[in-house]
């Protein structure tokens, strides 16, 4: 997982509430079994018409997210089913950060998991934010609008005097700086991982997890 720490990137607005994961990746493209490949089909239902051409009427229509790296969007973003294929999607799709007011839990978690910051600001200040992309030209291709946001100090900022301050959990503060997923940390135990392997023979395994799971019954 590539690390981030300190990230620069132009911000592609979604002002909606209550953005589910079937929005944010429909069912119909959750066959495949790797974690590439699904940018394309982010937001497809609303970024495309049953015929598959681009919807004009979608608020990227006009390519305003081309290039985004920071999504800004509504309360609640990431609610309904837990599938990890919404987090895989935006991944994919460019976006290292997302800005909103509130997350659904799991998809919150997913984000940690698969090298997206998401980040829970007050209203008042993601408000403030829709305010100034929309004065930078409504968040069109040329608009502009970019942020700055630090990771080691949990601060964002723009060039126009603007600082907010963001708390994230230590632990996965940790793994997003180091570039850890589950993966990666289990890796980091490598070296005693092994050595268990070779203390114990695959007989003396299979009998030492038989018995532990006699000693339950």
Avoid at 112 to 140: C, H, S, Y
Wanted: charged fraction near 25%; aromatic fraction near 14%; hydrophobic fraction near 40%.
């Amino acid at each position: 997982m590539e690390p981030l720490r300190r990230h620069r990137g132009k911000v592609a607005v979604l002002d909606r509430l209550n953005v589910d994961t079937d929005q944010i990746i429909p069912k119909q493209f959750l066959k495949r079994v790797e974690r590439s490949g699904f940018g394309q089909f982010l937001f497809y239902d609303w970024r495309f018409h049953a015929d598959g051409t681009p919807n004009p009427q979608f608020e990227w229509g006009n390519g305003s997210a081309d290039g985004a790296s920071i999504l800004l969007t509504g309360e609640n973003f990431g609610c309904g089913s837990s599938r990890e294929h919404a987090a895989w999607a935006l991944s994919d799709f460019g976006f290292r950060v997302i800005l909103a007011p509130s997350f659904a839990d799991i998809f919150f978690n997913n984000c940690f998991k698969n090298g997206v910051l998401p980040i829970a600001l007050p209203k008042e200040t993601v408000d403030r934010l829709f305010a100034q992309v929309k004065a930078a030209g409504d968040g069109g291709q040329d608009s502009g609008y970019a942020l700055t946001v630090d990771l080691e100090q949990q601060t964002i900022y723009n060039d126009n005097g603007l600082e907010v301050s963001f708390d994230v959990d230590p632990f996965r503060r940790k793994c997003l700086l180091e570039g850890l997923d589950d993966i990666g940390l289990t890796m980091q135990w490598e070296d005693r991982i092994a050595e268990f392997e070779k203390k114990y023979a695959p007989r003396e395994r299979y009998e030492l997890f038989s018995n532990c799971y006699l000693n339950f019954e």
